[in-house]
Each structure stands twice: as structure tokens, then as C-alpha cells.
């Protein structure tokens, strides 16, 4: 079965502090997708990234990097001098060959000033 | 380009009564999903159109829902009669390719049956 775990429900933090949240997959398939979404106030779900897994490869975008392994079925996102404009729901989602995604319970993320 | 919309953003009903929601993908999609998240739980998979038919409507959760994707390009979801346990964030996505894609999200319509 495939199934997605963000076990940190709410995360808190002050404006500047680096911020990890964590998510962890699991799946049969040998090929597969990995995504994260932002849903900020507003309620739309953003799209973030995408990864395939034959790539490993960690990938940085400004303030944001995601960490994918998959010895450990993990595919973490970190955001380095969080901001206000971060506080939002985080999904990560897994994607296989029927095109559906499998969503972590998501991760609240509150930055304070 | 325009993005993934929908209408309404929100509906309140009763119990028993019908509505309909609609999903605009973007232009040229031919994948079209709908999904939804109730009560602050995981976002789940409803169904899955590629034109105008259903690839797979797995995750639909009974015969009083029914979603139409006339001519490959909207899609309509309705519920009737609609149930309490309804209530929930309907989003429908959007996308391009015939395998694994990045599927772009609508901004949701928030559905409240009392």
C-alpha cells in the first residue's frame, strides 16, 4: 500500500530560524514521484517540486531545499531564514503510475515575527 | 496562462439537497482529478479523467456523488443528495502528460452541508 507520513502536525517558529519538516513514504513501485505543495491562507495548493525516484539528487531553490532519500523513504524540506509569508500547510505527496497522489496529513507552519 | 478554476469558492447547503460543483483545467490539460479534504484530514483522491473518460474513479466514496466531463474540457461534480459528512474542501487539479505529471491545483471549493 502506499501511504505518506508528515508526523509533525503544527511547527512554530520566530522569523530568521531555519525550518525542517519532515515526510516519509512508502510504496512497492520502483518508480515513483515526490511533491510538495504550500497552501497558504488563501487555500489554493502551490506547487513546489517535483522529484523522480531516480533522482536523488538534493535540490536548493533560494530559501527552500528538499532532501531526498531513499534508503530511509524520506523526502524532507527545509527553509533556511523562514519568513512570515512561509506560514502555511505543507504537503508532500507521492505519485505513481496511475497518476493519483497519496498526501501527507500535512504540516501547519506558523512563522512569528 | 490561466490557472486551474473553480466554482464556487464556497457552498452551503442542506442536508439532502444537490450541488454541483465545476472544475475549469488549464487549457490544454487532458488530465483532470478531483480530490478532497475533510474535516482538516489527508487530501484523497476522488477520481481521475483523461478527456472526456474516466480513468479511474477509485476514491469516489458512493453513487450519490457524480462527476461529467462533457467534451474533454470542464468537469462538474455533483452531489445528491448531499450528506453531512460531505462537508469539505473540494480541488480539483489539472495536467498535461499520460504519465506521472505535476498536477496543478485549483484554489478549492469549501463545501458545508448542515
Known amino acids: 500500500a502506499q501511504k505518506v507520513t508528515q508526523a509533525q502536525t503544527e511547527i512554530s517558529v520566530v522569523e530568521k530560524e531555519d525550518v525542517t519538516l519532515d515526510c516519509v513514504y512508502e510504496?512497492?513501485?520502483?518508480?515513483?514521484?515526490l511533491f510538495w505543495y504550500k497552501q497558504p491562507p488563501s487555500g489554493e495548493l502551490v506547487f513546489l517540486i517535483r522529484?523522480?525516484?531516480?533522482?536523488?539528487q538534493n535540490e536548493i531553490s533560494g530559501r527552500y531545499s528538499w532532501n531526498f532519500q531513499k534508503s530511509t523513504s524520506s523526502f524532507n524540506f527545509t527553509i533556511t531564514a523562514s519568513q512570515v509569508v512561509d506560514s502555511a500547510v505543507y504537503f508532500c505527496a507521492l505519485g505513481g503510475g496511475y497518476n493519483k497522489l497519496i498526501f501527507g496529513a500535512g504540516t501547519r507552519l506558523a512563522v512569528h515575527p | 496562462e490561466a490557472g486551474v478554476t473553480q466554482f464556487p469558492s464556497h457552498s452551503v447547503i442542506e442536508k439532502g439537497q444537490t450541488v454541483t460543483l465545476r472544475c475549469d483545467p488549464i487549457s490544454g490539460h487532458d488530465n483532470l482529478y478531483w480530490y478532497r479534504r475533510v474535516m482538516g484530514k489527508e487530501i484523497k483522491f476522488l477520481l481521475h479523467f483523461v478527456k472526456e473518460s474516466k480513468q479511474d474513479e477509485s476514491g469516489m466514496p458512493n453513487n450519490r456523488f457524480l462527476a461529467e466531463r462533457t467534451g474533454g474540457t470542464y468537469s462538474t461534480l455533483k452531489v445528491q443528495p448531499a450528506e453531512l459528512e460531505d462537508s469539505g474542501v473540494y480541488f480539483c487539479a489539472s495536467s498535461q502528460g499520460p504519465v506521472v505529471d505535476t498536477q496543478y491545483f485549483g484554489p478549492g471549493t469549501r463545501l458545508t452541508v448542515l
Open positions: 522529484r523522480n525516484s531516480f533522482d536523488e
Open positions: 510504496t512497492r513501485d520502483t518508480t515513483y514521484y
